[in-house]
Each structure stands twice: as structure tokens, then as C-alpha cells.
């Protein structure tokens, strides 16, 4: 006995580097390991060729098939985005900079041709009251300055600005893009992961011959439609990974996901979702992520949605 498995051990040795190195692994030789471990194993190229060769494609003795390792399944998900609509509110640090800047450019600006000619009409209106100037013989304009002024001020007090509070505000309708105006929405979809019900990017499986960005392109199409979209860059712009319940796994084999997020913005209409291919889905803020989002994916998530608001602030 002892000496039949010092024999397959010196086999195994022969063995161990490119089984370790592959994506095949021997039961059968499994509990020699420790075996192994205890004597040389010197193995020239051309030998690792053929153990390569082997192990790749050939039986074990007594009939066994050689296990392969579990993989993992590439994803392509879209962050798809509804920019902000309307201006958002400033804070207390920008009004107070912004009625600088204002001041700065009031005490610095020169006179406007409305503010010339209301200066003028004063200075004649003065001149006709102390009689210097005959009211016969100045023919000025029917309609002066001040009175542009009026009609101007009586024209502003009827101007209303509308309610940037929409009725899905009001109700709460997280359904639709048209609510939250001033701040960026995120499109969210619920599907299944085994048992469980996930909120999560639209994404797909990507399939062999296209780009990870095609397939994120797919994924927002397949959600929806009618809205002009433009995706940014060809590379992701996140990455996440997760492992699927033991149900998921013994039906696809896989261990899990991998997903790579790419980002996209809605630049005109309103994205009408497919109903028969989406259950649920939420147009939510930042703020909002963490109420549907799980911690880790939330995480992965923020690192660039923070950082496109940094930059989008900077440029602004």
C-alpha cells in the first residue's frame, strides 16, 4: 500500500505545477498532496507541454472526467442618468458670492444706453421747471424712459415662476423621471437572484463577440425606449462582483457575476419603460440609493457618482 502511493506521488509530482497552473483538477489525486510536497519535482519545458496537453484532454485511468473550475459570468449594467432639469437652490455660500460678484460688477459697469437716456430726461425735466427750456420748442419722445420703465416693473409683477414640484413629488411616484427637477435621477430596475428579488442597474450577460459597452448599450435597451441616450466612453467606469445563491449556482454553473458599469445620460425625452421587461423600477436621487440599494453594491456605485458630481460642480 505504502508503496503504491509513493509511486503515484512521484507521478503526481511530475503533475502538481500545471494542475495547480490549470483549470482542471483530479479528485482521485487529491489526498496525495501532502505526499507530493515531500519530494522534488524537476520538470523540463517540454514535459510541461505534454502535462499541459494531457491534462487538458485526457481521461484518468480507472475513467474518471476531470473537474473544471467553476467560472465567472460577465455583466454589462448602465448608469443610466436624468440630468437636472431646472437650476438647483444655491447654499448660503454661493448666494452670498454670487451677490458679490454682482456688487463687483455694478460699482465697476458703465452706464446703459436706458440708463443715458433716463439720466437725459431728468436733466431737460429739471432745465423746463427752472425755464430754460421752452416746452413748445422741445419735441421729445411720446413715450420716455421712465415710462419703459413702468410698463417694464407692471410687466415683471404679473410674472409667476412655476411650481418645481410636480404631482410624483407630491405623491411620492418614484416611477417616473419627471420628479426631484433640480437633482440628477439614477434608473434602478428589481429582478431576481434566485430566491431574492435585488434592486440593481439594468444590466445584461454579455455574449461572446461584442463589447462590454455593447452589451450595457443592450441592457438600456432593453429596459426602455424613446428618449435620446449617449453613453461616455468605451471603458467602464465601476466595477462590482458578486456570487450567486447555491440555486443559481448549480443551475448556471457560475460562481457569480462580474459587472462593469458604464455611465449614460437621457439628453432629450422622457425614457418609456418596457413593462414586459422590467417588474419594478425606481428613478431615485443619490440620497435615495441607499434605500434600495445593498451596502456593497451602493459602495461601488458612489466612488464615481460622487466624483461626477465633484466634477460636474467644478466645471459649473
Same mark, same amino acid.
Given at each position: #500500500? ?13 503533475? %502538481?505545477?500545471?494542475?495547480? +497552473? ?14 507530493? %510536497? ?39 449594467? !448602465? ?8 437650476? /438647483?437652490? #444655491? ?20 452706464? +446703459? ?24 420748442? =422741445? ?10 420703465? =413702468?410698463? &417694464? &416693473? ?6 409667476? /415662476? ?19 427637477? +433640480? ?20 444590466? #445584461?450577460? %454579455? ?15 432593453? !429596459? ?10 468605451? &471603458? ?52 435615495? #440609493? ?18 461626477? =458630481? ?7
Amino acid at each position: #500500500m505504502a508503496t503504491s502511493l509513493v509511486k503515484h506521488a512521484k507521478l503526481f509530482c511530475r503533475l %502538481h505545477t500545471e494542475i495547480y +497552473s490549470s483549470n482542471v483538477i483530479f479528485e482521485s489525486i487529491k489526498p496525495l498532496r501532502k505526499i507530493c %510536497h515531500n519530494y522534488p519535482c524537476p520538470v523540463s519545458v517540454n514535459q510541461t507541454l505534454a502535462i499541459r496537453k494531457f491534462s487538458s484532454h485526457a481521461k484518468l485511468e480507472h475513467g474518471e472526467e476531470p473537474v473544471l473550475r467553476p467560472s465567472w459570468k460577465l455583466m454589462g449594467a !448602465v448608469c443610466l442618468e436624468r440630468p437636472p432639469i431646472v437650476a /438647483t437652490e #444655491m447654499n448660503a455660500i454661493e448666494q452670498n458670492y454670487k451677490d458679490m460678484v454682482q456688487s463687483l460688477e455694478f460699482e465697476n459697469s458703465v452706464l +446703459s444706453d436706458h440708463e443715458i437716456q433716463l439720466k437725459s430726461e431728468r436733466q431737460k425735466m429739471e432745465q423746463k421747471q427752472r425755464g430754460e427750456i421752452d416746452e413748445d420748442e =422741445d419735441s421729445g419722445n411720446l413715450l420716455t424712459a421712465q415710462d419703459i420703465e =413702468d410698463l &417694464a &416693473a407692471e410687466e415683471l409683477n404679473k410674472f409667476t /415662476t412655476a411650481n418645481i414640484t410636480t404631482e410624483a413629488d407630491k405623491i411620492g411616484d418614484k416611477s417616473t423621471s419627471h420628479r426631484k427637477l +433640480s437633482e440628477n435621477l439614477i434608473l434602478l430596475i428589481r429582478k431576481d437572484v434566485g430566491k431574492q428579488k435585488v434592486w440593481m442597474l439594468p444590466h #445584461m450577460e %454579455h455574449v461572446e463577440g461584442e463589447s462590454l459597452r455593447q452589451t450595457a448599450e443592450r441592457a438600456a435597451l432593453q !429596459v426602455g425606449s424613446g428618449a435620446k441616450v449617449t453613453f461616455f466612453g468605451n &471603458a467602464p467606469i465601476g466595477f462590482y462582483k458578486y456570487k450567486f445563491p447555491k440555486e443559481v449556482k448549480v443551475q448556471t454553473g457560475a460562481i457569480g457575476a462580474k459587472v462593469f458599469f458604464f455611465r449614460a445620460k437621457v439628453l432629450q425625452g422622457q425614457v418609456s419603460i418596457h413593462k414586459e421587461a422590467v417588474d419594478e423600477h425606481v428613478w431615485v436621487s443619490k440620497e435615495e #440609493m441607499k434605500d434600495y440599494l445593498v451596502p456593497a453594491y451602493l459602495e461601488s456605485l458612489l466612488k464615481f457618482i460622487s466624483l461626477d =458630481d465633484v466634477l460636474y460642480s467644478l466645471s459649473h
